[in-house]
T-cell receptor, first 113, second 110 residues
Framework: DSGVTQTPKHLITATGQRVTLRCSPR?????VYWYQQSLDQGLQFLIQ???????AKGNILERFSAQQFPDLHSELNLSSLELGDSALYFC????????????FGSGTQLSVL | GENVEQHPSTLSVQEGDSAVIKCTYS??????FPWYKQELGKRPQLIID?????GEKKDQRIAVTLNKTAKHFSLHITETQPEDSAVYFC?????????FGKGTRLHILP
């Protein structure tokens, strides 16, 4: 167990809908990362937060947004869902958010039908 | 922009033989290069990492080498065992991002 908690584990929804994925980092970690893993596409970096502030942005679609709350948990919001958004979404945390080990959650498997 | 290329995408080796996975990166400012292992249905986990002030690092059967001039780094697994079967990801940092390669699926053949 990495200490990073992601909920829900599985999510099935329809095109056009909106979902929220939740992540609680390891105790003491200030930084949260979100990654998307599709088949044969590796781990695509979406966005990173540090202590409540957005720190880095990757190839995150405009339909997607995220935030980190004062208690350091983070939420990834996906709206106007398309079939191609079906993927495994991982959250990871690290202590300070710079060039250090990432601890991954177990992921949320999103299926858009 | 940041780019990490990883080869091969699939690798099959006989149990007991060595496996080598290679990665290149594009940003000369990158100074941290981790490797993650993802077993089937599980989360990625760090197995070894190297920083730019070091050329090689070993941890039991696993070693990583870094060539900053050529901007490439490699993972070496010796005396492979069945439990080494997994997908391996290399990564490189740029500022606060950790950018991953597309992964190598390693099969250990009996």
């Amino acid at each position: 167990d990495s200490g990073v908690t992601q909920t829900p584990k599985h999510l099935i929804t329809a095109t056009g809908q909106r979902v929220t994925l939740r992540c609680s980092p390891r105790s003491g970690d200030l930084s949260v990362y979100w990654y998307q893993q599709s088949l044969d596409q590796g781990l695509q970096f979406l966005i990173q937060y540090y202590n409540g502030e957005e720190r880095a942005k990757g190839n995150i679609l405009e339909r997607f947004s995220a935030q980190q709350f004062p208690d350091l948990h983070s939420e990834l919001n996906l709206s106007s869902l398309e079939l191609g958004d079906s993927a495994l979404y991982f959250c990871a945390s690290s202590a300070m958010g710079q060039a250090e080990k990432l601890f991954f959650g177990s992921g949320t498997q999103l299926s858009v039908l | 922009g940041e780019n990490v290329e990883q080869h091969p995408s699939t690798l099959s080796v006989q149990e007991g033989d060595s496996a080598v996975i290679k990665c290149t990166y594009s940003d000369s400012a990158s100074n941290y290069f981790p490797w993650y292992k993802q077993e089937l249905g599980k989360r990625p986990q760090l197995i070894i990492d190297i920083r730019s002030n070091v050329g090689e690092k070993k941890d039991q059967r696993i070693a990583v080498t870094l060539n900053k001039t050529a901007k490439h780094f490699s993972l070496h697994i010796t005396e492979t065992q069945p439990e080494d079967s997994a997908v391996y990801f290399c990564a490189a940092n740029r500022d606060d991002k950790i950018i991953f390669g597309k992964g190598t699926r390693l099969h250990i053949l009996p």
